[in-house]
């Protein structure tokens, strides 16, 4: 049996309890699969002890999910006293914590003192650089970036980064477990900072924080513009295959020679700034607050609801 | 009845027979409404007779449209001889030919010359100034921008963008039709170059061509790592909620704390150019068409039907 078609792991150890770590455990437990999750702060994990079962039998209720393998994964869902008791017979250990280069890196040195040598290890970094995030550690070949988007447990994509060290296999094994948990891993060819995902959203946010600061826009209706519009439009068809489709028969060269003009044009005029001072951010945060007030809970739902129901769809399209 | 929520239009008149106009010309068919088609090129109109009858019964097999509703719409559908003849009658004139400037102010002065004074005119320029599309012409208040997406049939925005002269009535009758056709029609307070749909693209296009051009990844993991991860989430909660979503019960106050520093340090790191060379876009275009080669049609056929599912399930998340 090769390695990515092969084993599962017989245990995951995630080190981090806040959104992201409880977006993993949540997902792993929804596939049945022992997860053990540590955090220095034990109020962290208190509340992960809470919140990651009911995150795990939401999934439930939105269909991703069957009712006896999440019983089963949240039988053999342990809070870890130590990060020892944690990692002991994982095969699989996730770094979760807030993103932070030095902080990663000091985890991911105790990380490999008492992680077994089989075991992969994986960083949930959205964007710093694998050969950084690994610099300080001996076994670097079982090590590469994993970057799930939020909620893990329901956003399909995962970016592996490997840095020049790691192990082909240990992509492959990385690659198997996220397919068996019903992901998409992409592989990056070589770190970028933000990697794919990181930089595309960070494309867009500076676009729409400077549409919604020149007063083109309100924060909901741009909001909504780009869900039922661009996004929308990526969602069924990546943007080069957008523009691929978008000229009819000719293609993107013909959609070059009709509309590189215009994309040249607002290229030119496109936001450039790369720092948002305290007051930019005072208004943007209060024009986001009172956007949304009172209806974050609802929204987060309403969310949750659609990306389970275009998950849904997006199946449904492939096999009828 | 007010404007808006009141009369639909006894006709429409498409004045343009390229993919966006026969777009338009599917949409208003399948509400059954009488649509004439005219373009200069005799070529064009006779390809969009039989091309936009197809896209009005391809929505019927999506379950986008009804089958009676639609073959009302198609036993009203005329190609029209003159610009004389198309806009007689017609409540609603849009143009929806390519994308220049002078073009368009041409023919939005013939068509002024022509049409009756109660119609609205709307332009469906990408990113144009409406105060120089309407430059020319002396009944301005009636004019504005309607810019809808690709394939307008499907996808449900529209942005509005009025010039300073536009009558909010005029701007009413345009959100009650497209909304009576499910548009969602959002307006700018303010044009500006691209108007909103087209700076988003912009910023995320120059950014997937940066990270193929660079080697980072290829076109079609590009793609998929786009649709199935920040698009699928767009379009579940747009970029400001996602992010006043993603960081628990804090917002985007807290977002911004934890996250900030990364995303001005991609900022600082995104593609700035806002040129292709030659070389470049040869490049570019051999990409895209090794990535889909042999498989476009099929492609396009997926995209339709992946964009009516998500419709369908955005429209039973929000009922349920």
């Known amino acids: ?41 034990s109020r962290a994990v208190e509340d992960a002890m809470e919140d990651i079962p009911r995150r795990a039998r939401v999934l439930i209720a939105l269909g991703r999910a ?13 809070q870890a006293k130590s990060l020892l008791q944690a990692v002991r017979g994982a095969d699989w250990v996730i770094e979760a914590i807030h993103e932070d280069l030095g902080a990663k890196q000091r985890l991911l040195e105790s990380i490999e003192q008492v992680t077994a040598p089989e ?53 492959d094994r990385a690659k198997g477990y996220l397919r068996a948990l019903g ?4 592989v990056l060819h070589h770190a970028v900072p933000g990697y794919v995902v990181g930089r595309i959203a960070a494309a867009v946010w500076r676009e729409c924080i400077d549409l919604v600061l020149s007063g083109a826009i309100d924060v909901s209706d741009l909001d909504r513009a780009v869900s039922l519009g661009p996004a929308l439009g990526w969602a069924a068809a990546g943007p080069h295959l957008t523009y691929h489709l978008g000229a009819g028969a000719g293609g993107v060269h013909i959609f070059l020679q009709h509309l590189l003009t215009s994309f040249e044009r607002w290229w030119g005029d496109l936001a450039s700034w790369d720092k948002l001072d305290q007051g930019q951010q005072r208004t943007l945060i209060a024009a986001v607050e009172k956007a949304y007030e009172g209806k974050v809970d609802m929204l987060r739902t309403l969310r949750d609801r659609r990306l389970a129901a275009i998950l849904r769809a997006l199946e449904q399209a492939r096999t009828t």
């Open 1 to 41: 049996m090769s390695a990515e078609s092969g084993s599962l792991p017989a245990k995951v150890a995630v080190i981090g309890a806040g959104a992201i770590g409880g977006g993993w455990a949540a997902l792993c437990i929804s596939a049945g699969w022992p997860v053990s999750i540590y955090d220095t702060s």
């Open 119 to 171: 075991a992969i290890v994986t960083s949930s970094s959205s964007g710093l650089a694998p050969s950084d995030l690994f610099a300080r550690l001996l076994q670097r070949s079982r090590c590469l970036v994993a970057h799930p988007l939020n909620p893990p447990e329901l956003l399909p994509l995962v970016e592996l980064v490997p840095s020049e060290e790691t192990d082909p296999q240990a992509i």
């Open 66 to 78: 069957t009712p006896g393998i999440v019983e089963r994964g949240l039988q053999e869902f342990q």
């Open 183 to 186: 992901r998409m891993p992409i």
